[in-house]
């Protein structure tokens, strides 16, 4: 089951109507009884679900009782502080964005804004069911349909959001960017794109959709500029760790490319039975395949396209990601991203060869290299080269 779940990651790959693994934490998250009226201060955050598309749920969530603080890095304390956070649904078609009705616009407001939102949500019902686990999107309380949803508050909107999201004349893709590079968060952009504020033709894309596409529009515009750097001289690695997240990240000499490796353990959020390796591989030009690694492909990649931008430098990257027991409940990708941007904030440690920077990521693993040296093309290209140079320079040597 582990090989099956550790490639769905609750997408409903194996054909199930609900995931066996995302129920037992539903059931252990403990959800709060909620009345049908709650008011308080959106994060700010929105959801648009992507069952039944292109009719689909979306509104803004809401927190029960005061407002929310994002909790210290604790696996159980942040899904404790996420199971308060109430989604408020509508149902809605996805063309709707184009000329939303008051309580889609009032969502729409929330999204645009960079502080929370006092809003109140009446429901038809008190909102009910189950708790929402994700592998891309961070955990979520359960969901009511809305009846009445007001603003309270005054929502603070970026100039450059409010620029953005007048212009209709801009590519999405081209609003995320501007965006990003205006130093909007990640997060931001993409709850504006997921509501359908950004692009040419506005429709609503499902949250989970439209964090993986704002990582991957900003990361493929980041490659196009690294392409143009120099190559890096010398070998470095990068090594850092969060929630039971541990990357070690070897940059290498060379032009640009990205490999990932993923190395999930026995007890791990989608791998409890047994160890489970995989890998996915890009070059210098663009995928036009999804990952099979899913959203945590790109979430890596970003801060790695970002760190070598600051380097000013282009390099062969490979990344290795450990997942432990202590990650036993997926919290969405910004954990991937985190992860990634820690380990490359951290002092690297330089190599005159790829064999010692390997010699020393392994030493702060638990996986040895032979379990995963074969999954990865960096490694073998590497040595192939290595072992080429080396045989010419024996031949001059003659």
Same mark, same amino acid.
């Given at each position: 089951?582990s090989?099956?779940?550790?490639?769905?990651?609750?997408?409903?790959?194996?054909?199930?109507?609900?995931?066996?693994?995302?129920?037992?934490?539903?059931?252990?998250?403990? &959800?709060? #009884?909620? !009345?049908?009226? +709650?008011?308080?201060? /959106?994060? =700010? %955050?929105?959801?648009?679900?992507?069952h039944?598309?292109? &009719?689909? #749920?979306? !509104?803004?969530? +809401?927190?029960?009782? /005061?407002s =929310? %603080?994002?909790?210290?890095?604790?696996?159980?304390?942040?899904?404790?502080?996420?199971?308060?956070?109430?989604?408020?649904?509508?149902e809605?078609?996805?063309?709707?964005?184009?000329?939303p009705?008051?309580?889609?616009?009032?969502?729409?407001?929330?999204?645009?804004?960079?502080?929370?939102?006092?809003?109140?949500?009446?429901?038809?019902k008190?909102?009910?069911?189950?708790?929402?686990?994700?592998?891309?999107?961070?955990?979520?309380?359960?969901?009511?349909?809305?009846?009445?949803?007001?603003?309270?508050?005054?929502?603070?909107?970026?100039?450059?959001?409010d620029?953005?999201?007048?212009?209709?004349?801009?590519?999405?893709?081209?609003?995320?960017?501007?965006?990003?590079?205006?130093?909007?968060?990640?997060?931001?952009?993409?709850?504006?794109?997921?509501?359908?504020?950004?692009?040419?033709?506005r429709?609503?894309?499902?949250?989970?959709?439209?964090?993986?596409?704002?990582?991957?529009?900003?990361?493929?515009?980041?490659?196009?500029?690294?392409?143009d750097?120099?190559?890096?001289?010398?070998?470095?690695?990068?090594?850092?760790?969060?929630?039971?997240?541990?990357?070690?990240?070897?940059?290498?000499?060379?032009?640009?490319?990205?490999?990932?490796?993923?190395?999930?353990h026995?007890?791990?959020?989608?791998s409890?039975?047994?160890?489970?390796i995989?890998?996915?591989?890009?070059g210098?030009?663009?995928?036009?395949?999804?990952?099979?690694?899913?959203g945590?492909?790109?979430?890596?990649?970003?801060?790695?396209?970002?760190?070598?931008?600051?380097?000013?430098?282009?390099a062969?990257?490979?990344?290795?990601?450990?997942?432990?027991?202590?990650?036993?409940?997926?919290?969405?990708?910004?954990?991937?991203?985190?992860?990634?941007?820690?380990?490359?904030?951290?002092?690297?440690?330089?190599f005159?060869?790829l064999?010692?920077?390997?010699?020393?990521?392994?030493?702060?693993?638990?996986?040895?290299?032979?379990?995963?040296?074969?999954?990865?093309?960096?490694?073998?290209r590497?040595?192939?080269?290595?072992?080429?140079?080396?045989?010419?320079?024996?031949?001059?040597?003659?």
């Amino acid at each position: 089951m582990s090989v099956r779940c550790i490639t769905c990651k609750g997408r409903g790959l194996c054909g199930r109507p609900v995931c066996p693994l995302l129920i037992k934490l539903e059931e252990l998250a403990g &959800l709060p #009884r909620i !009345g049908n009226r +709650l008011a308080g201060e /959106s994060p =700010p %955050e929105i959801f648009v679900g992507r069952h039944g598309y292109p &009719l689909v #749920r979306a !509104g803004p969530l +809401l927190p029960i009782g /005061s407002s =929310p %603080e994002q909790p210290a890095l604790d696996i159980v304390k942040i899904i404790s502080h996420r199971t308060r956070m109430i989604r408020s649904e509508l149902e809605i078609h996805v063309h709707d964005a184009k000329d939303p009705g008051r309580l889609l616009e009032s969502a729409q407001q929330i999204a645009m804004s960079s502080r929370p939102v006092e809003t109140e949500v009446s429901f038809v019902k008190p909102p009910e069911g189950r708790m929402l686990f994700d592998g891309v999107l961070s955990p979520m309380g359960p969901g009511g349909r809305i009846e009445d949803m007001d603003i309270t508050g005054n929502p603070f909107v970026p100039r450059k959001v409010d620029q953005i999201v007048g212009d209709t004349d801009v590519k999405a893709a081209s609003a995320v960017y501007e965006l990003y590079s205006s130093s909007i968060c990640i997060d931001h952009i993409s709850r504006l794109l997921s509501i359908g504020l950004l692009g040419r033709d506005r429709r609503l894309v499902p949250t989970r959709w439209a964090i993986t596409a704002s990582d991957d529009i900003i990361g493929n515009a980041l490659r196009s500029r690294v392409l143009d750097m120099p190559e890096l001289g010398g070998y470095e690695l990068y090594s850092g760790g969060i929630l039971g997240n541990h990357f070690q990240i070897i940059l290498m000499p060379g032009a640009y490319s990205f490999e990932l490796i993923e190395i999930w353990h026995p007890g791990s959020a989608w791998s409890p039975e047994r160890l489970w390796i995989g890998s996915d591989r890009e070059g210098t030009t663009e995928r036009r395949s999804y990952s099979p690694l899913a959203g945590g492909y790109y979430a890596a990649r970003l801060p790695v396209l970002e760190h070598l931008l600051r380097m000013k430098r282009q390099a062969g990257v490979l990344a290795l990601r450990e997942i432990t027991e202590e990650y036993w409940a997926p919290l969405g990708v910004w954990v991937v991203r985190d992860t990634a941007r820690a380990a490359l904030a951290s002092r690297p440690l330089r190599f005159e060869t790829l064999e010692e920077a390997i010699r020393s990521a392994e030493s702060r693993m638990r996986t040895k290299s032979s379990a995963w040296k074969h999954h990865s093309k960096s490694f073998s290209r590497q040595t192939t080269l290595s072992s080429f140079f080396a045989a010419q320079s024996a031949e001059d040597l003659r």
